[in-house]
């Protein structure tokens, strides 16, 4: 034990987990936490909005799955991490973040810059908690970091009144914790994965869909050997891109809204759904009523209140995505196989040829599918891509094919613009040797922007593509297509120049309007030294289809 003050336990605390890194804007609430952090080993990157903080504590915990660190003072700047909070929390994303408070003797009494931000959060967090004495910090710190990593992943969020940080008492560093009442399942029931098992071998129209939990259990290879084992096609959903090698002669990519056909149409014909690690989403599964209305669902997930939550489990398994799979595999193969028809998988592979995108467009303005397709030349297998929400997000989401998990980051439960810039600074921040590109559309970019200045200042060189069609895309598509063309407080209008505001942060920027000049910009964009923006100006109203409008089942796509 030893006498310290509380923001010096704090960083210690921090130091043991590992956190090498934290996101965040100080505060007169937070100032004496910062005091402690100036002479620690912890790097910290000022970020310019307290969202942007948490978004990228988000990206840098989704790149290396460990929990990412993001701090804020109290009052607007605890309420302008919600919305990252939220996003990590609908994800399943493991974060802390740490927020000042008003001293203890005015909680409560409406103190300047005093907001309620466990009662805010209590919803959004996975857990969260008040320090109420410095000798507890150590022990919150732990509990939160356990919380956040265990199970299904989340955001806790630990709020640290200022005289906490400032008050001083025996600290004493625990080396393991216990939580009563929270003990995460990671072992599958053997009967639920024996009945699971005759279901796939039964079955004559298998299909896998793999969720974010794919990803975050790192079961992407047991995910391979059972795809291969059945065999059996394999979709994903938007968390889960990236979970099975889209270069897979077995994967028909992802589904649901903006999915591809194929998987839309395997699903709607399987007669044996195996979900590993997925929520269904409503984005994924169209309208429930008639989604995989052959099939047999077995659901693997580490949660077991999505059990049944929104689809059907003929067969449930609560547990650990990779832990439930190699059991799977290891019960599959001490059971007599029967010969399976090549029919179904020949039926996939039709389906696959007959919907592959077109993408070599040489149209001008730039069709977004060229554009896409030279990312994809651009970037290697290790490389990251974050994207915003709305067009952008479904064009990257639909064709752009990923191989490895955590290389494809995107804002999947909540849907938050603005979220892909900072995550993408994160992201780089936890791999700086790998290239990280961020598929930005105009509208979110903007929600953001200002952090610029955090990349400049840091050299934290990513890359920004802003798909450029001076729109809010996605609410003008579903204007254009449900709304009888009423565009409504969708146009963006002629500003800014997107090269001017890059430069002006002393970043590179660099218009491209022809598809003869994608691969060179982004060439330049790479070498430039600095963190960059490319303006890629789009056809305006190009709609990213297929589309399967609401209400409808998954085959019912349009465009």
């Known amino acids: 034990m030893a006498v310290m003050k509380g923001a010096d336990a704090v960083v210690q605390a921090l130091e043991r987990e ?60 605890a309420t302008n991490l919600t919305t990252g909070i939220a996003n990590a929390y609908m994800d399943s994303s493991p974060v802390v973040a740490i927020t000042g408070q008003v001293a203890t003797p005015f909680i409560g009494r409406d103190a300047f810059q005093e907001t309620d931000v466990i009662g805010i959060t209590m919803p959004i967090t996975k857990h969260n908690f008040q320090v109420r004495s410095v000798a507890e910090i150590p022990e919150v710190i732990k509990k939160a970091f356990h919380i956040a990593q265990t199970g299904r992943p989340g955001p806790v969020l630990i709020d640290l009144p200022k005289d906490m940080q400032e008050g001083v008492a025996e600290i004493e560093f625990p080396e393991e914790v216990s939580l009563v009442g929270y003990r995460p399942t990671y072992e599958g029931h053997p009967k639920q994965i024996k009945e699971a098992a005759r279901a796939i071998l039964d ?48 994967s028909l990519g992802v589904l649901g809204m903006h999915g591809r056909r194929e998987a839309n149409h395997a699903v709607t014909e399987s007669d044996l759904l195996i979900a590993v690690g997925t ?72 389906w696959k040829r007959e919907f592959e995108p077109e993408l070599d467009y040489d149209d001008v303005p730039l069709k977004p599918h060229r554009v896409i397709k030279e990312i994809m030349e651009f970037l290697g297998e290790d490389d990251v891509v974050t ?36 995550a993408a600074i994160g992201a780089k921040v936890a791999k700086p040797e790998v290239k990280v590109l961020d598929v930005a559309g105009d509208g979110s970019f903007l929600m953001n922007i200002q952090e610029l200045a955090t990349a400049v200042e840091n050299s934290i060189n990513v890359i920004v593509a802003v798909f450029d069609n001076r729109y809010l895309g996605m609410v003008r598509q579903w204007q254009e297509l449900f709304y009888d063309r009423r565009y409504s407080a969708v146009d963006l209008g002629s500003s800014p120049d997107f090269v001017k505001v890059a430069e002006a942060f002393g970043a590179f920027g660099i218009r491209v309007e022809k598809p003869g000049e994608i691969k060179d910009a982004l060439k330049q964009a790479a070498d430039s030294g600095k963190p960059a923006v490319v303006d890629f100006v789009i056809e305006r109203e190009c709609n990213i289809f297929p589309m399967v409008p609401p209400g409808k089942c998954l085959k019912e796509v349009i465009g």
């Open 18 to 77: 590992g956190v090498e890194v934290v996101f965040g804007i100080p505060g007169g609430a937070s100032i004496p936490l910062y005091d402690s952090l100036y002479s620690s080993g912890i790097r910290h990157i000022l970020m310019r909005h307290e969202q942007g903080a948490a978004h990228a504590a988000d990206g840098y915990a989704r790149v290396l799955g460990r929990a990412g660190v993001c701090s804020a003072t109290s009052g607007p700047g």
């Open 203 to 250: 079955a004559e129209r298998p299909v896998i869909l793999a969720g974010g939990g794919v990803i975050i259990s790192g079961a992407s290879a047991e995910l391979m050997r059972l795809a291969e084992f059945i065999p059996a096609p394999v979709v994903t959903t938007l968390m889960g891109k990236g979970s099975f090698p889209e270069s897979h002669p077995l």
């Open 279 to 350: 929520r269904f989403s409503d984005r994924s599964t169209g309208m429930v009523s008639c989604f995989a209305p052959e099939a047999k669902v077995i659901h693997i997930d580490i949660d077991p209140a999505e059990i049944g939550k929104n689809v059907k489990a003929h067969i449930p398994v609560v547990g650990d995505a990779r832990r439930v799979l190699a059991r799977l595999l290891q019960v599959l193969a001490e059971m007599k196989r029967k010969g399976r028809s090549r029919e179904w998988i020949e039926k996939v592979k039709l």
């Open 387 to 422: 994207t915003e929400v709305g067009q952008c997000q479904m064009w990257a989401h639909c064709y752009m094919r990923r191989s490895k998990p955590r290389t494809f980051i995107s804002s999947g439960g909540l849907g938050t613009m603005g979220f892909g810039f900072p």
